[in-house]
C-alpha cells in the first residue's frame, strides 16, 4: 500500500475512531475458539473479542489472565471475517505490541484480565491499531481518550450475569455528561480538576454532549432484554461476554441478543426473540463479590 | 418559488446511522430511519451507512427487507452506499461470506475487506473529477474496492496506482452512487450534497 500511495496515512485518530463508528448498534462477543468465533459470525455479531478464557471462566479459575495464545488468534482471524478484537493487560505495552503484530483490528486494554502496571496505562496514541477501554465514570473514560483510547466501554462487572453495574456505569457517564452540558463556561476548569481529565477533553464534551469516542457497554449482560436495556440507556452498542456461550443455547442465545440490540426500541421483538432459549447463565450477585474479587476496581 | 422538502432515508439496522442523517439534515433534507418495509414508502431516496456489512445483510433478511429494497432501487429512487453500503449495493461480491445475499443494483464487482485488516485502514486526499469534486479527504476503513465495473457504470474516483489493477473507489450507475470510503466521519458534505442533486 505505502509504495505506490505515499500520502495515505495510516493510523489517524479518525481512521482509528472511525472504526468503532462502524460498529455502533452491534453486538461483541467474547469468544474462546474458531467454532465460537462462527456461531458468532452467524449470529450477527459485528466483531467478536478473542480471549483464552470467558470472564465467568477467569472468575473460577483465579491465578492471572493474561494476553491470549497467539496460536489461538491466529485460529480466530483465520475463521471469521468480521472485525476480531483481543484483550492486553491494563499496562502491558508488549502484549499490546504484539496483538497489533498479530494483525487484531482492535485492541481492548481491559480490566478482565490482572493488571501488569498498577499505576499506568498503555500510551495508545503510540500505536496503529485502534483501543478500546473500559470506564466507570466520565473522568476515567476522558483519561483513556486523553491516552488514546478511540472508543470506551462502560465496565459493568464481567463474567457475573449480572447487568446492575453496567447500568450504573452508564448511568454516571451519562449523567456527567449532561451535567457538564448545563454548567457555566467559567466552572468548567474546576469541573476539569474534579473529574482529573484534561480541560480541552471535558470543553469538549460539554459543548456537543457527547464522548469524542463511540461508547459501548459491557460486562453483565446476559439476555436479549438485558442488551435492549443498554441501548435505551444511550450505550452505542454491547458487548456480551459470558452471557452466551455460558448458556444453555449459545447459537440462539446469541442471535436473539443481536435482533434485541438491532430492534431495542420495539418490545414486541425483544419479546418475540427472548421466547425458548434455554437457561440463562448463572448470576452472581454484587453484593456478595468480596471487593478484591470485583474487576471495575481495575484502571486508574 | 415553493419546492416540497425532499425525504431520504437511512437504512438504520446497523453502522453510523447518525453521521449520514446528521449530514443529510444539514442539508435540508428530512431524514427517516428505516428498520422496516414501511419505513420506505414515499421516500425520494436512501442511504446504506457503513457497518459491518454480514451483519447488515443478514438484519435486513430478518426484517424482511431484501425484497422490498431491491423494489425501491427498481423504481429508479436515488440510493448511496458508503463502505458496507457500496458491498449491498453490488451485484457481485469477492470474500464475503458464503451465503451473503446483496441488495445488488449496480453492475460491479467488490472485493471485502480489500486493503487488509484495520492496521491498513487509512486516509487520502483524493480527487471525483467527474463530479466536479477536488481534494476530498476520503477515510477508507476495513474498506472494500470495485474490481470490475460494466458497461452502464460511471468511474468516479480511482487511487493512483502503478499496478494493472484499477483501485476504483468511488461508481455510479443512473441514480445509484457508491464510495468504498466514509464521507460522514468528515465535516466535507459535497458528495452528499451531489447526491440530494439526484433526489
Known amino acids: ?300 | 418559488m415553493v419546492t416540497k422538502t425532499k425525504t431520504v432515508g437511512v437504512l438504520a439496522l446497523q453502522g453510523d446511522v447518525r453521521e449520514h442523517a446528521k449530514m443529510l439534515s444539514d442539508l435540508g433534507v428530512a431524514v427517516t430511519l428505516v428498520k422496516k418495509a414501511t419505513d420506505l414508502s414515499s421516500l425520494d431516496g436512501l442511504v446504506i451507512p457503513g457497518g459491518e456489512s454480514t451483519t447488515i445483510s443478514m438484519l435486513i433478511n430478518r426484517a424482511n427487507l431484501m425484497q422490498p429494497l431491491r423494489d425501491f432501487i427498481k423504481a429508479e429512487k436515488a440510493v448511496y452506499g458508503s463502505c458496507a453500503g457500496m458491498i449491498l449495493l453490488s451485484d457481485q461480491l469477492l470474500d464475503g461470506r458464503t451465503d451473503q445475499e446483496t441488495i445488488g443494483g449496480i453492475d460491479i464487482t467488490v472485493r471485502r475487506n480489500a486493503f487488509g485488516r484495520q492496521v491498513d485502514s487509512f486516509e487520502k486526499e483524493i480527487d471525483l473529477g467527474p463530479i466536479g469534486i477536488s481534494k476530498f479527504m476520503a477515510v477508507f476503513i476495513r474498506a472494500p474496492l470495485v474490481e470490475k465495473v460494466g458497461g452502464q457504470v460511471e468511474i468516479i474516483a480511482a487511487l493512483p496506482n502503478t499496478a494493472q489493477d484499477s483501485r476504483i473507489v468511488m461508481v455510479q450507475q443512473g441514480n445509484l452512487l457508491a464510495t468504498s470510503f466514509h464521507p460522514e466521519l468528515t465535516g466535507d458534505n459535497r458528495i452528499h450534497k451531489y447526491f440530494v442533486s439526484l433526489l
Open chain 1, 1 to 300: 500500500m505505502s509504495q505506490d500511495n505515499p500520502a495515505a496515512q495510516t493510523g489517524t485518530s479518525r481512521v482509528k475512531r472511525g472504526m468503532a463508528e462502524m460498529l455502533k448498534g452491534g453486538v461483541i462477543m467474547d469468544v474462546i475458539d474458531a467454532e465460537q468465533a462462527r456461531i458468532a459470525e452467524d449470529a450477527g455479531a459485528v466483531a467478536v473479542m478473542a480471549l483464552e478464557r470467558v470472564p465467568a471462566d477467569i472468575r473460577k479459575d483465579g491465578g492471572v489472565a493474561r494476553m491470549s495464545d497467539p496460536d489461538m488468534i491466529d485460529g480466530i482471524i483465520a475463521a471469521v471475517s468480521i472485525p476480531v478484537m483481543a484483550k492486553a493487560r491494563i499496562g502491558h505495552i508488549v502484549e499490546a505490541k504484539v496483538l497489533q503484530a498479530l494483525g487484531v483490528d482492535y485492541i481492548d486494554e481491559s480490566e478482565v484480565l490482572t493488571p501488569a502496571d498498577e499505576s499506568h496505562h498503555i500510551t495508545k496514541s503510540d500505536f496503529i491499531v485502534p483501543f478500546v477501554c473500559g470506564a466507570t465514570n466520565l473522568g476515567e473514560a476522558l483519561r483513556r481518550i486523553n491516552e488514546g483510547a478511540a472508543m470506551i466501554r462502560s465496565k459493568g462487572e464481567a463474567g457475573t450475569g449480572n447487568v446492575v453495574e453496567a447500568v450504573r456505569h452508564i448511568r454516571t457517564i451519562k449523567g456527567e455528561i449532561a451535567r457538564l452540558r448545563n454548567l457555566p463556561k467559567e466552572e468548567l476548569f474546576s469541573e476539569a480538576k474534579n473529574l482529573q481529565a484534561p480541560y480541552e477533553l471535558v470543553a469538549e464534551v460539554a459543548a456537543t454532549g457527547q464522548l469524542p469516542v463511540v461508547l459501548f457497554t459491557a460486562g453483565g449482560i446476559a439476555t436479549p432484554a438485558d442488551a435492549a436495556l443498554m441501548m435505551e440507556l444511550g450505550a452505542d452498542g454491547v458487548f456480551v461476554g459470558s452471557g452466551i456461550f455460558k448458556s444453555g443455547d449459545p447459537v440462539k442465545r446469541a442471535k436473539a441478543i443481536v435482533d434485541a440490540t438491532t430492534n431495542w426500541d420495539n418490545p414486541d421483538v425483544v419479546g418475540k426473540v427472548s421466547r425458548g432459549l434455554g437457561e440463562a447463565m448463572v448470576g452472581i450477585n454484587i453484593d456478595t463479590l468480596p471487593a478484591s474479587e470485583r474487576y471495575a476496581g481495575r484502571g486508574w
